[in-house]
C-alpha cells in the first residue's frame, strides 16, 4: 500500500466511525479534493463516499449520485450495462463482483478502459467493515512503458536480425546483452547474460581471444579470425570485431563484440585468389609463347638469312680458294723455275757475264728467298681466313637449324654448344677466357635449335656477370639415360634472395633497358619440354652455374 493509500485508508475509516456531520462533511470535502478516485462502502455494501475524481474518471453522470447514496451493486450494474467489464449479462456481472466484494480482500489490478485510459485499482478491507477503493490514473505512465517495451521489442527485431552474433561486455567481460542470432560464438546465446567471457568459451579459446577484448577495454578496436564450428555442424571461419564503448566522460566502460560468420566471403576469396593465380599463369604463359614464337620467327629468319648468307658467300668463297689453290701451284712452278734458273745461268755464261749480272742484281732486288717463304705463308693465310668464313657461315646455319620448322631429330649437344659459343663469343671474346670439359656425349633426341638458343641464353648470361675479364667453363656428362650440360662462370654471382625467381617471367636483375627477363623463363619452358630440368647454384662474389639436365630420348606426349 501507498503512503497515499494509507492515508486514504485512515481517513475513510475515521468517516465511517465519526457520527459527527460536522465532520462527516469536512472527510468529504476532503477526499473530494483528492488527486485520485476513492470510494467508500460501508458494511452494508452501501457507497457512501464516492468522490470527484473517481467520477471523472470512470465516466460516472453526477445526477447518479444527485440526492441519494446509491448501492454498491447499483455501480456495478451501472457499470456492466456500458461494458465496462466486457461480454457477459450486466446482472450477473454485478452479482459477481458484489459477492467478491462481500469477502472485504485487499486488492490490486490495472485496468484499461474502453475509452483508452488506465487505472490502477486498489481495495482495501477498512476496521469495523467496509473498505475503500483508490482509482489512480496511469495512462501516460502505461503509455510510456508500452512505448519503451514496443522500443524494446523493435531494437531486439533489429538487433536479432544483424547479421551477425552482436554481445556487450561490461568492463570485467561479463555479457550483458547478446541477440538471438544462432552463430555460435563461444557458445554465447540470448540468455546467457551475467556469465564471463571465460566462462561462456573455456580455456583454450579464452586464452586466444582474450587479448583482442582487453584491447578493446584500453580503448583500441580489435578484429581477429578463426576457425569455429557452425551451427550446422561443419567446419568455417568465424570473424570477430570488438569496439569500446564509452561513458560520457569518455571511461570505457565495456564493448561491442560482433561476430560474423565469414565463411563464405572466405571461401569466394581463396576461388577469387585461385582464380587471379590461374589468369596470372595463363596470362604469363600467353607471353612467354608469345615470345617463344617471336624468337622462332628470330630464328627462321636467322635461318632463312643464313641460307641466303652461305649460299652468297660460298659462291665467291668457292672460286677464291679454288684460284688460291691454282695460285699456289703457279707460284710453286714460278719458284721452281726460279731456282732452275740461276744455275743454269751460272753453266752457260762467264760469271762476269752481263746477263748473269742482271740476273743476280734482280734476284737482290726481289728478295727472293723472303718471297719464297712470306707468299707460301700468305697463301696459307688466305686459306684459314676462308676456312674461318666458311666455319661461321655453317656456325650460323647450325645454330638456326630448322628456323620455324623445327623437328625432333637427333642431334649433338656438344656440337650445338660449339656453334652457339663462336656466335655468343662476338663481342666478349676480348675479355673472356672459355674453358671446355666435355664428356663425349652422344646424340640425343631434341629440338636442336631451342637447345641452342638455351644455350645463347645461359652462355651471355655468363659473360655478362663477368664485369673485367674472367672464365666461362662448358662441361658435358652423362649417366645411363640422361645427359647435362654446365655453363659456370667466375662472374659476380646472384643473391640468394633472387634464386627462387630466376626463372619468373619478366624478373631480371639487369639494369633497366639491359634485360626482358624473359631469357630463363624461355629457356625454363624449352627445358621442360625436352622432359629435363635446369637447375642453378651460385656464391656472391664466386660465380654461378646453370645444369641442364635432359633425357636421351622425346618424352611421350
Same mark, same amino acid.
Given at each position: 500500500?501507498?503512503?497515499?493509500? %494509507?492515508?486514504?485508508?485512515?481517513?475513510?475509516?475515521?468517516?465511517?466511525?465519526?457520527?459527527?456531520?460536522?465532520?462527516?462533511?469536512?472527510?468529504?470535502?476532503?477526499?473530494? %479534493?483528492?488527486?485520485?478516485?476513492?470510494?467508500?462502502?460501508?458494511?452494508?455494501?452501501?457507497?457512501?463516499?464516492?468522490?470527484?475524481?473517481?467520477?471523472?474518471?470512470?465516466?460516472?453522470?453526477?445526477?447518479?449520485?444527485?440526492?441519494?447514496?446509491?448501492?454498491?451493486?447499483?455501480?456495478?450494474?451501472?457499470?456492466?450495462?456500458?461494458?465496462?467489464?466486457?461480454?457477459?449479462?450486466?446482472?450477473?456481472?454485478?452479482?459477481?463482483?458484489?459477492?467478491?466484494?462481500?469477502?472485504?480482500?485487499?486488492?490490486?489490478?490495472?485496468?484499461?478502459?474502453?475509452?483508452? +485510459?488506465?487505472?490502477?485499482?486498489?481495495?482495501?478491507?477498512?476496521?469495523?467493515?467496509?473498505?475503500?477503493?483508490?482509482?489512480?490514473?496511469?495512462?501516460?505512465?502505461?503509455?510510456?512503458?508500452?512505448?519503451?517495451?514496443?522500443?524494446?521489442?523493435?531494437?531486439?527485431?533489429?538487433?536479432?536480425?544483424?547479421?551477425?552474433?552482436? +554481445?556487450?561486455?561490461?568492463?570485467?567481460?561479463?555479457?550483458?546483452?547478446? &541477440?538471438?542470432?544462432?552463430?555460435?560464438?563461444?557458445?554465447?546465446?540470448?540468455?546467457?547474460?551475467?556469465?564471463?567471457?571465460?566462462?561462456?568459451?573455456?580455456?583454450?579459446?579464452?586464452?586466444?581471444?582474450?587479448?583482442?577484448?582487453?584491447?578493446?577495454?584500453?580503448?583500441?578496436?580489435? /578484429?581477429?579470425?578463426?576457425?569455429?564450428?557452425?551451427?550446422?555442424?561443419? +567446419?568455417?571461419?568465424?570473424?570477430?570485431?570488438?569496439?569500446?564503448?564509452?561513458?560520457?566522460?569518455?571511461?570505457?566502460?565495456?564493448?561491442?563484440?560482433?561476430?560474423?560468420?565469414?565463411?563464405?566471403?572466405?571461401?569466394?576469396?581463396?576461388?577469387?585468389?585461385?582464380?587471379?593465380?590461374?589468369? !596470372?599463369?595463363?596470362?604469363?604463359?600467353?607471353?612467354?609463347?608469345?615470345?617463344?614464337?617471336?624468337?622462332?620467327?628470330?630464328?627462321?629468319?636467322?635461318?632463312?638469312?643464313?641460307?641466303?648468307? /652461305? %649460299?652468297?658467300?660460298?659462291?665467291?668463297?668457292? @672460286?677464291?680458294?679454288?684460284?688460291?689453290?691454282?695460285?699456289?701451284?703457279?707460284?710453286? &712452278?714460278?719458284?721452281?723455275?726460279?731456282?732452275?734458273?740461276?744455275?743454269?745461268?751460272?753453266?752457260?755464261?762467264?760469271?762476269?757475264?752481263?746477263?748473269?749480272?742482271?740476273?743476280?742484281?734482280?734476284?737482290?732486288?726481289?728478295?727472293?728467298?723472303?718471297?719464297?717463304?712470306?707468299?707460301?705463308?700468305?697463301?696459307?693465310?688466305?686459306? !684459314?681466313?676462308?676456312?674461318?668464313?666458311?666455319?661461321?657461315?655453317?656456325?650460323?646455319?647450325?645454330?638456326?637449324?630448322?628456323?620455324?620448322?623445327?623437328?625432333?631429330?637427333?642431334?649433338?649437344?656438344?656440337?650445338?654448344?660449339?656453334?652457339?659459343?663462336?656466335?655468343?663469343?662476338?663481342?666478349?671474346?676480348?675479355?673472356?677466357?672459355?674453358?671446355?670439359?666435355?664428356?663425349?656425349?652422344?646424340?640425343?633426341?631434341?629440338?636442336?635449335?631451342?637447345?641452342?638458343?638455351?644455350?645463347? &641464353?645461359?652462355?651471355?648470361?655468363?659473360?655478362?656477370?663477368?664485369?673485367?675479364?674472367?672464365?666461362?667453363?662448358?662441361?658435358?656428362?652423362?649417366?645411363?639415360?640422361?645427359?647435362?650440360?654446365?655453363? +659456370?662462370?667466375?662472374?659476380?654471382?646472384?643473391?640468394?634472395?633472387?634464386?627462387?625467381?630466376?626463372?619468373?617471367? @619478366?624478373?631480371?636483375?639487369?639494369?633497366?633497358?639491359?634485360?626482358?627477363?624473359?631469357?630463363?623463363?624461355?629457356?625454363?619452358?624449352?627445358?621442360?619440354?625436352?622432359?629435363?630440368?635446369?637447375?642453378? %647454384?651460385?656464391?656472391?662474389?664466386?660465380?654461378?652455374?646453370?645444369?641442364?639436365?635432359?633425357?636421351?630420348?622425346?618424352?611421350?606426349?
Amino acid at each position: 500500500m501507498t503512503d497515499l493509500t %494509507h492515508a486514504v485508508a485512515q481517513l475513510s475509516a475515521r468517516a465511517l466511525i465519526d457520527s459527527d456531520a460536522r465532520h462527516w462533511a469536512e472527510i468529504d470535502m476532503l477526499i473530494d %479534493h483528492l488527486p485520485v478516485g476513492v470510494a467508500l462502502v460501508d458494511a452494508e455494501q452501501n457507497v457512501r463516499i464516492f468522490n470527484r475524481k473517481a467520477r471523472q474518471m470512470l465516466d460516472f453522470p453526477d445526477s447518479f449520485f444527485a440526492g441519494r447514496t446509491p448501492s454498491l451493486r447499483e455501480l456495478f450494474l451501472f457499470n456492466a450495462r456500458r461494458g465496462e467489464y466486457g461480454a457477459g449479462d450486466p446482472e450477473q456481472l454485478a452479482d459477481a463482483l458484489v459477492e467478491r466484494s462481500s469477502k472485504r480482500e485487499p486488492h490490486q489490478l490495472e485496468r484499461d478502459r474502453p475509452d483508452g +485510459s488506465v487505472l490502477d485499482i486498489r481495495g482495501e478491507p477498512l476496521p469495523g467493515g467496509g473498505f475503500v477503493t483508490i482509482w489512480t490514473d496511469i495512462t501516460a505512465r502505461k503509455r510510456a512503458e508500452r512505448d519503451a517495451e514496443a522500443r524494446a521489442r523493435q531494437l531486439d527485431l533489429v538487433m536479432d536480425n544483424v547479421p551477425g552474433k552482436l +554481445s556487450f561486455f561490461d568492463a570485467n567481460l561479463r555479457c550483458v546483452y547478446s &541477440n538471438r542470432r544462432e552463430l555460435v560464438f563461444g557458445a554465447i546465446h540470448a540468455g546467457d547474460a551475467g556469465k564471463t567471457l571465460h566462462e561462456l568459451v573455456g580455456d583454450p579459446v579464452y586464452g586466444e581471444i582474450e587479448g583482442y577484448f582487453r584491447q578493446a577495454l584500453n580503448g583500441q578496436p580489435s /578484429a581477429y579470425q578463426r576457425p569455429f564450428r557452425r551451427p550446422d555442424g561443419s +567446419s568455417g571461419y568465424l570473424q570477430v570485431i570488438t569496439t569500446p564503448h564509452r561513458a560520457p566522460d569518455g571511461e570505457v566502460i565495456g564493448l561491442f563484440s560482433l561476430g560474423q560468420d565469414v565463411t563464405d566471403i572466405m571461401r569466394a576469396e581463396a576461388e577469387l585468389k585461385a582464380r587471379n593465380t590461374e589468369l !596470372e599463369a595463363a596470362n604469363q604463359a600467353l607471353a612467354t609463347t608469345h615470345q617463344q614464337l617471336v624468337q622462332t620467327e628470330k630464328l627462321a629468319s636467322i635461318g632463312q638469312l643464313a641460307a641466303g648468307v /652461305a %649460299h652468297e658467300i660460298n659462291n665467291p668463297v668457292g @672460286f677464291v680458294s679454288a684460284n688460291l689453290s691454282t695460285l699456289g701451284t703457279y707460284v710453286g &712452278n714460278l719458284l721452281a723455275l726460279a731456282d732452275a734458273c740461276e744455275p743454269s745461268l751460272r753453266e752457260a755464261v762467264p760469271a762476269d757475264s752481263p746477263a748473269l749480272c742482271a740476273f743476280k742484281a734482280a734476284q737482290a732486288a726481289a728478295d727472293l728467298d723472303f718471297l719464297r717463304e712470306d707468299i707460301v705463308a700468305l697463301l696459307e693465310e688466305s686459306r !684459314e681466313g676462308l676456312d674461318r668464313v666458311r666455319r661461321i657461315v655453317q656456325d650460323l646455319r647450325d645454330f638456326s637449324r630448322a628456323g620455324g620448322n623445327d623437328q625432333w631429330q637427333c642431334a649433338s649437344l656438344e656440337a650445338g654448344l660449339d656453334a652457339t659459343l663462336n656466335i655468343a663469343l662476338t663481342d666478349m671474346k676480348h675479355r673472356v677466357t672459355v674453358c671446355k670439359d666435355y664428356g663425349g656425349i652422344g646424340p640425343i633426341e631434341c629440338l636442336p635449335s631451342q637447345l641452342n638458343q638455351v644455350f645463347l &641464353n645461359l652462355i651471355v648470361n655468363a659473360g655478362h656477370a663477368i664485369a673485367d675479364t674472367g672464365t666461362i667453363t662448358l662441361r658435358t656428362g652423362q649417366t645411363v639415360d640422361r645427359v647435362w650440360v654446365e655453363v +659456370s662462370d667466375s662472374g659476380c654471382g646472384i643473391p640468394a634472395e633472387h634464386l627462387g625467381r630466376l626463372f619468373d617471367p @619478366f624478373f631480371t636483375t639487369k639494369p633497366v633497358g639491359q634485360g626482358t627477363g624473359l631469357g630463363l623463363a624461355l629457356s625454363y619452358g624449352i627445358v621442360e619440354k625436352h622432359g629435363g630440368q635446369i637447375t642453378v %647454384h651460385s656464391t656472391v662474389g664466386e660465380g654461378t652455374t646453370f645444369r641442364v639436365s635432359l633425357p636421351r630420348v622425346r618424352p611421350p606426349g
